[in-house]
């Protein structure tokens, strides 16, 4: 399996951006597949992620996201989507979609170890 990211860019505060993680290889949907983000300095951050041959359900977002990102998915494409909204200077970092090929019980998901494939990342810069 091998996961592409794209989509980063610089964008200015209260702004929006798209991210997009292909997947080549089998139907992701049978796998969790997860947005991270990371920042010089800091650990890799969990932000989103779909559950497991679930559908559309996802986990819980991360609390710093809640409310103004989205993550969705075109099977057809095997693509997820990060629709990132309301953007905050501390919103930037690397973003990494990673996948596993198991099912995670709540908690482990925001764990990077949890997953064994990672996109190579996009840079998302928020900044006036």
């Known amino acids: 399996v091998q996961l592409q990211a794209s989509g980063g860019g610089l964008v200015q505060p209260g702004g929006s951006l798209r991210l997009s993680c292909s997947a080549s290889g089998q139907s992701f949907s049978s796998y969790t597949m997860a947005w991270f983000r990371q920042d010089s300095g800091h650990e890799r951050e969990f932000v989103a992620a779909f559950r497991r041959n679930s559908g559309n359900s996802h986990y819980p977002y991360s609390d710093s996201v809640k409310g103004r990102f989205t993550i969705s998915r075109d099977s057809a494409k095997n693509t997820v989507y990060l629709q990132m909204n309301s953007l905050k200077p501390e919103d930037t970092g690397v973003y990494f979609c990673?996948?596993?090929?198991?099912?995670?019980?709540?908690?482990?998901?925001?764990?990077?170890?949890?997953?064994?494939?990672w996109g190579q990342g996009t840079l998302v810069t928020v900044s006036s």
């Open positions: 990673a996948l596993t090929e198991g099912g995670l019980i709540v908690s482990r998901q925001k764990i990077p170890g949890s997953y064994n494939y």
